[in-house]
C-alpha cells in the first residue's frame, strides 16, 4: 500500500503536507513511502509494524528528531546511508527488521557508527562509552548499490571509489568534531587517496587512527581540568619521545591540540570520574606506544 497525500492530512489531521510535524501510521500495511519527500518539516515519525523496505524517501526529512520503523521489512543496513543527513535524529528503533541480524552488538555498533548523534536506540539510551566504541568496531554503511545516491559521486566518479573510501567519510566527521570545537577543518588534499591501487595497503592502518581518534575527540568533552591536564602532558610527552609515521603524529598532534584548547578554556570542575580519563590515556598509549597492542581499550 503507497502512503497518500489525503492518508496523511486525515491521520495528522493538518491542511497541507507542509505543516505535518508528527505522524503515526502505526500498522497500516504501507511498502511505499514516497510522500515523505513532500513532507520536510516532520519532526516526530512512527511508521512501525509495516511493510516498508528503502529509506530513501526520508533523506529530505530534515527536522526529523524521532523515528520509529519496528517491524517492517529493512532489508539492509545500507538503508541507514539515507539517514545521515537527518543532524536531528535522536531517536531511531529499528529493531525486528531483517537488516538487524544475529549479532545484536555488532549491529547497535554499526548503526551508532553510521548515526553517532543518536540518543537511544531500539528505546535503550545510547552511552558515550558506546559511541566511542562504535566508531571504532562498527561497519561502514555505504549506500545501497540500487539508489540514485550510489549511482555517481560528487565528483562523477564511481562510488566504490569514493563513498567506501574510510578516509572520505571519516574526515568528514573528524571535521565536524574539530568545527564543533572551533579549529580548522582538515584538507583532504593533504593525504593520498586510500582508493588508488598503490595505496591500498594504508587502508587497515588509517582507518585504525581515524576511528581512535574520532573516539578520543568525542571523550575529551567530558573531561574536566585535572583530566585534561592529565591527557595535554602524556600527548605532549609522547609527541616528543617518539618519531610516528605521518598519519599517527597528525593524529597525535590534533589531540594534544583540542586537549590543550580544552584545558585551557574550561574552569576547574568537580571529579567526573576516573573512567573517562582512563580510555583516553589508554587510547593514547595503544596509538603511540607498540607494546600496548594488546591494551584492553575499556578494562579497570
Given amino acids: 500500500m503507497k502512503l497518500t497525500r489525503k492518508l496523511v492530512l ?26 515523505f519527500s513532500q513532507i520536510p518539516n516532520i519532526k516526530v515519525l512512527t511508521l512501525s509494524v509495516n511493510s516498508i523496505s528503502s529509506l530513501a524517501p526520508l533523506a529530505g526529512c530534515l527536522s526529523l528528531c524521532e523515528l520509529y520503523l519496528r517491524r517492517n521489512m529493512i532489508p539492509s543496513l545500507s538503508e541507514l546511508s539515507h539517514l545521515r543527513p537527518l543532524k536531528h535524529l535522536r531517536v531511531l528503533w529499528l529493531a525486528e527488521n531483517p537488516c538487524c541480524g544475529a549479532d545484536y552488538g555488532q549491529y547497535r555498533l554499526t548503526v551508532l557508527r553510521c548515526l553517532p548523534h543518536l540518543q537511544k536506540l531500539d528505546n535503550q539510551v545510547v552511552t558515550e562509552d558506546e559511541i566511542a566504541l562504535a566508531l571504532m568496531e562498527g561497519e561502514e554503511v555505504t549506500t545501497p548499490p540500487g539508489s540514485v545516491q550510489s549511482q555517481l559521486s560528487s565528483n562523477g566518479l564511481p562510488d566504490a571509489e569514493t563513498e567506501n573510501d574510510p578516509l ?90 583540542v586537549a590543550e584548547k580544552q584545558y585551557n578554556l574550561i574552569a576547574t570542575k568537580s571529579h567526573f570520574g576516573d573512567k573517562i580519563c582512563s580510555v583516553v590515556f589508554k587510547f593514547c598509549m595503544c596509538v603511540c606506544v607498540p607494546e600496548y597492542e594488546g591494551l584492553s581499550l575499556f578494562s579497570s
Fill in 168 to 257: 572520505n567519510y571519516n574526515m568528514e566527521e573528524t571535521n565536524k568534531i574539530r568545527e564543533e570545537l572551533g579549529m580548522k577543518p582538515l584538507s583532504r588534499d593533504k593525504f593520498p587517496s586510500l582508493s588508488s591501487p598503490s595505496t591500498r595497503e594504508m587502508k587497515s592502518s588509517m582507518k585504525k587512527v581515524t576511528h581512535t581518534l574520532d573516539a578520543i575527540l568525542l571523550l575529551l568533552k567530558d573531561l574536566d581540568e585535572e583530566e585534561l591536564h592529565i591527557v595535554h602532558t602524556a600527548t605532549q610527552n609522547r609527541l616528543q619521545s617518539y618519531t610516528l609515521d605521518s598519519e599517527i603524529n597528525h593524529g597525535m598532534t590534533i589531540l594534544h591540540t
Fill in 10 to 35: 486525515a491521520k495528522a489531521k493538518a491542511s497541507d503536507l507542509e505543516s505535518v510535524k508528527k505522524l503515526n501510521c502505526w500498522g497500516c500495511n504501507i511498502t511505499d513511502i514516497s510522500i
